[in-house]
């Protein structure tokens, strides 16, 4: 069965980096686009990035651009993203999802997610 | 990318159908049809429950439907059932190649 397991977060002052990874597995990993998803402590969900099948092309929300970067392993069957510059904004539980095989349209699979907490 | 507009919340007696709006624009809901619903219940992760507008995932009840008409879709739940209460949200595709979430409704069964 698909599962994804995202892993990596904590608590990170102001002005730190994190590195958030999602290991995947039950499903041929390098035939799908991925994304990452957030949620703030009681606010809706936040797209984040995605990433296509080969890593030949990310895009990310206009809130994140240039602070966070998405990458993938094929070969570990692994999702990352990493985050600079963290604000109290940036405050979530980080998600992990599945997209489609051509496209992110839908997020078909999620992991149980990652908490990341900004403050000093 | 601002977010697409949901009610926060909605209502509905066990047995009822309720409606769900949610509204874009011609640049996300209304250009496409890659609009997708998801249920969230306290403390767990998303679920997937309509795409591509009306397309149900294997798995998931008949009693969840999806449509759209211009810059607004749809989720329908009918006979309203009390596992039914949860945060509801969409999402689309936009003209950007960017994906952008509803504000979320909390479906109460009363």
């Known amino acids: 069965q698909v599962q994804l397991v995202e892993s990596g977060g904590g608590l990170v002052k102001p002005g730190g980096s994190l590195r958030l990874s999602c290991a995947a597995s039950?499903?041929?990993?390098?035939?799908?686009?991925m994304s990452w998803i957030r949620q703030a402590p009681g606010k809706g969900l936040e797209w984040v990035s995605y990433i296509t099948s080969s890593s030949g092309y990310t895009n990310s929300a206009d809130s994140v651009k240039g602070r966070f970067t998405i990458s993938r392993d094929n070969a570990k069957n692994s999702l990352y993203l990493q985050m600079n510059s963290l604000s109290a904004e940036d405050t979530a539980v980080y998600y992990c999802?599945?997209?489609?095989?051509?496209?992110?349209?839908?997020?078909?699979?999620w992991g149980q997610g990652t908490l990341v907490t900004v403050s000093s | 990318q601002s977010a697409l507009t949901q009610p926060a919340s909605v209502s509905g007696s066990p047995g009822q159908s309720i409606t769900i709006s949610c509204t874009g624009t011609?640049?996300?809901?209304?250009?496409?049809?890659?609009v997708s619903w998801y249920q969230q219940h306290p403390g767990k992760a998303p679920k997937l429950m309509i795409y591509?507008?009306?397309n149900r995932p294997s798995g998931v009840s008949n009693r969840f439907s999806g449509s759209k008409s211009g810059n607004t879709a749809s989720l329908t739940i009918s006979g309203l059932q009390a596992e039914d209460e949860a945060d509801y949200y969409c999402s689309s595709y936009t003209s950007s190649s960017t994906l952008v979430f509803g504000t979320g409704t909390k479906v109460s069964v009363l």
């Open positions: 999802a599945r997209g489609g095989t051509a496209a992110a349209l839908k997020f078909d699979y």
């Open positions: 591509d507008v009306s």
């Open positions: 039950g499903f041929t990993f390098n035939d799908y686009y």
């Open positions: 011609s640049s996300d809901v209304g250009g496409y049809n890659y």
